[in-house]
């Protein structure tokens, strides 16, 4: 008697067998389509465009859905726009120096700036979604041919793929979700920017409206300085030099605005700035620093906590400008000093405490020792860097507190403190009460370097139309005591 064939075994079918090598010639197949796939867009899914004025490279990758603008040095934003297994990526790779001169020059093109910069990205991601495609499909056909070897493997492979990035493509469009885009995640430095700025539908409205206020209040200037030139002569005598005391700018150009008519209309033989003319210290904030060299007169700077070594270099490379890091310069015959501060907010780790602060200004009073005659000026960032220089120095001047103080130290040295000449920068639009934009005229005596009065300045913010000018005569009785410097405010 034969054996019975397998087929006639009880209760085993003959189907399964075939079901399951059916099955796993699909999955074998569709392994090698998604391998080869995910390697043909690893390989070939990117471009490189231009954005605006910045040079970027715009990739998919296969890391699940949404987007990412990555903006080295900042950090990164990310937008969780919709699902999918396809992740947009965006990154600013540098800033194109001739697309952005043009931008700078030309308020038509300014203007224009957000509709082309759509257009470009709109176009970028076009480009690198059709790229992408055509990556997948023919890595997966390639791998397919060279792993399967079958003479219809390719056929398969070129169907699957195709049917998988049609999928890829519904999947994204049918969870699209635009509201997303208000809503995106910040990493890096980044993390603090809705803080400072708040939204940017917000911030947009409120700068045109605050730069509209502005270009009023600082025309009204020339209206003022007409009174302020009728008052007696400062120094009891027409024989005085004028130095222009500003600080904390940060990257706001109507501070730079109002600098440059304070300069003509009070006729100021140099400027004086303690510091934070930028907010990030990054080289693109290199456009602002370059109107420092178009002022016209002399430019005194000494570092702020928001100024790195690239601003540091910027301003350095303006022909009108010097940079004291423990030196001094004399302008309009005035001995001036000076120290940085030693920190760089946007790094903490390059924050070294307050203690560091008194050191370096122990540092300026040591150095100042070492000259021949006293200084008549000394100038740091952070008011915590003046102790040491008290009875050094007969007029030390800082900002850093953004609040506007005069104060008598112990040993008859008079500190003053500027507000901030910026008005606190882009952050102040995101308060209710936006900070002034202040700065202050020094009168000196030409022979002696004593100061002999000074003319306070102050244009109010956003929504403010007030624009006063006050003098204050060195050496008359004080009507009130001033306040003391407010205590250095975490995002100063």
């Known amino acids: 008697m034969s054996e019975p064939t397998p087929a006639a075994v009880p209760g085993r079918s003959p189907v399964a067998p075939a079901i399951l090598r ?16 995910w390697l043909g867009i690893l390989l070939l899914g990117r471009v490189d465009a231009p954005i605006g004025p910045f040079d970027a490279t715009v990739a998919l990758r296969p890391l699940g859905g949404g987007a990412s603008l990555d903006v080295p040095p900042l950090g990164a934003l990310e937008v969780d726009a919709y699902d999918g297994p396809l992740r947009l990526e965006i990154a600013l790779s540098r800033v194109d120096e001739i697309r952005a001169t043009q931008l700078a020059t030309d308020p038509v093109a300014l203007d224009g700036l957000v509709d082309d910069v759509s257009a470009d990205l709109r176009d970028a991601v076009e480009r690198v979604a059709l790229l992408t495609a055509l990556a997948a ?8 041919l060279l792993v399967l070897r079958g003479g219809r493997e390719p056929l398969v492979a070129l169907g699957l793929s195709a049917a998988l990035v049609a999928g890829t493509a519904g999947v994204s469009a049918a969870t699209w979700r635009p509201e997303a885009l208000s809503q995106p995640t910040y990493t890096g430095l980044l993390v603090n920017a809705t803080s400072l700025i708040g939204g940017a539908q917000d911030i947009v409205a409120r700068f045109d409206a605050y730069r509209a206020s502005l270009e009023d209040l600082v025309a009204n200037v020339s209206t003022l300085y007409a009174t302020v030139s009728a008052l007696p002569p400062p120094g009891g005598s027409g024989d005085t030099v004028a130095l222009l005391h500003v600080s904390d700018i940060h990257l706001n150009p109507a501070g730079l605005d109002l600098v440059a008519q304070v300069v003509d209309q009070f006729d100021v033989d140099a400027v004086l700035d303690t510091g934070d003319l930028t907010d990030w210290g990054t080289l693109p904030e290199g456009s602002l620093v370059a109107r420092v060299g178009a002022l016209g007169v002399p430019y005194v700077f000494t570092k702020g906590n928001h100024d790195s070594t690239v601003t540091v270099e910027l301003v350095a490379a303006q022909p009108n400008a010097t940079v004291l890091d423990d030196s001094a310069v004399t302008v309009a015959g005035i001995d001036v000093v000076g120290t940085p501060d030693p920190r760089f907010t946007p790094d903490p780790d390059a924050d070294d405490g307050a203690q560091t602060l008194e050191e370096t200004g122990e540092g300026l ?21 003046a102790p040491p220089l008290d009875g050094v120095v007969p007029l030390v001047l800082a900002g850093h507190t953004h609040e506007r103080a005069v104060t008598r130290l112990d040993g008859g040295t008079l500190l003053m403190v500027q507000g901030s000449t910026g008005g606190a920068g882009l952050r102040a639009l995101q308060g209710e009460y936006p900070e002034p934009l202040t700065c202050t005229v020094l009168y000196l005596d030409p022979g002696t370097g004593a100061l002999t009065a000074y003319d306070e300045i102050t244009l109010g913010g956003l929504g403010q139309t007030e624009v006063t000018i006050e003098r204050e005569v060195v050496g008359l009785p004080a009507a009130g005591a001033r306040p003391a410097p407010a205590p250095a405010s975490p995002t100063g």
Do not use: F, I
């Not at 059916?22 to 074998?28: D, E, I, K, N, S």
């Not at 499909?137 to 397919?144: E, F, I, R």
């Not at 040591?366 to 021949?372: D, E, I, K, N």
């Open 22 to 37: 059916l099955v796993g010639r699909w999955a074998a197949r569709l392994a090698v389509v998604l391998g080869g796939a």
């Open 365 to 385: 009073a040591a150095y100042v020792a070492t000259l021949p005659r006293p200084p008549a000026v000394a100038l740091v960032h952070d008011p915590e860097q």
């Open 137 to 144: 499909v023919a890595g997966a056909t390639t791998t397919s």
